[in-house]
């Protein structure tokens, strides 16, 4: 049973900097690719920012040059490096992976951390 557990997630202020981690347990498997998703309240969730197992990323146009995404060695951690945060980017921060399995995508999802931006 695959986990994602996140963690980093917490209050700051605007302008501020956190460091959202996310790691898999109960996996010996890479990921093919990692993101993380963000929820506000009241709003469908969104993509973030998405890296592949090449290295590849792609990003959010309203997070480009404040975010980074990268994920660990053993392709299995992702990690999302956000600066200058605007009360905007407030919501709940998911993360997800995905690896084929054969002919087969799986798709986990970790529980969520909240990030809060205060004005």
């Known amino acids: 049973q695959v986990q994602l557990v996140e963690s980093g997630g917490g209050l700051v202020q605007a302008g501020g900097s956190l460091r959202l981690s996310c790691a898999a347990s109960?996996?010996?498997?890479?990921?093919?690719?990692m993101g993380w998703y963000r929820q506000a309240p009241g709003k469908q969730r969104e993509l973030v920012a998405t890296?592949?197992?090449?290295?590849?990323?792609h990003y959010v146009d309203s997070v480009k040059g404040r975010f980074t995404i990268s994920m660990g060695n053993a392709k299995n951690t992702v990690y999302l490096q956000m600066n200058s945060l605007k009360p905007d980017d407030t919501g709940v921060y998911f993360c997800?992976?995905?690896?084929?399995?054969?002919?087969?995508?799986?798709?986990?999802w970790g529980q969520g951390t909240q990030v809060t931006v205060s004005s």
């Open positions: 997800n992976a995905g690896r084929w399995a054969g002919t087969r995508f799986l798709d986990y």
């Open positions: 109960g996996s010996i498997f890479s990921f093919n690719a």
């Open positions: 890296i592949t197992s090449v290295g590849s990323t």
